[in-house]
């Protein structure tokens, strides 16, 4: 009956202690696969992540070149409105010189003008008296 004991004694201790085995190895090859997943998951978290930043960083490029196609587009704005301003005053002076020319010349016509009549009243009255000289 000792016998009988010590044998189911030991075959326990064989079956805790290959079960222990079992136990641990299944335990390890489950760490194993956790690793492995919690690999894959940083992994396929981290190509997600520069995706992301990626997609962040074309709208940040989409949103600059907007900015200076706008800021561009109000630039030429300004400037086609000065340049609107500046031709306006030229031909204002444009205008003014035309003006000022006519009126140059009308004095110069007026001028020549009433020279030659004071000239030929002068002429007029000197042979006027040259006559009543004469006489």
């Known amino acids: ?3 009988q004991l010590f044998t189911t004694l030991f075959q326990l201790i064989i079956a805790v202690v290959f079960g222990g085995c079992v136990g641990w190895l299944i335990k390890r090859r489950g760490f194993s696969k956790m690793v492995l997943q919690t690999t894959d998951d940083s992994n396929r978290l981290l190509e997600e992540t520069r995706k992301t930043a990626e997609n962040i960083k074309k ?37 003014r010189e035309k003006t000022l020319d006519k009126k140059i010349e009308r004095c110069r016509t007026k001028g020549i003008s009433q020279l030659e009549k004071k000239s030929l009243i002068l002429m007029m009255l000197k042979i006027c008296t040259r006559k009543k000289m004469r006489k």
């Open 59 to 95: 709208i940040a490029e989409i949103d600059a070149k907007e900015a200076i196609i706008k800021r561009q587009n109000e630039f030429d704005v300004k400037v086609k409105e000065k340049q609107k301003e500046i031709d306006k005053a030229e031909q204002r002076l444009l205008d």
């Open 1 to 3: 009956m000792e016998t």
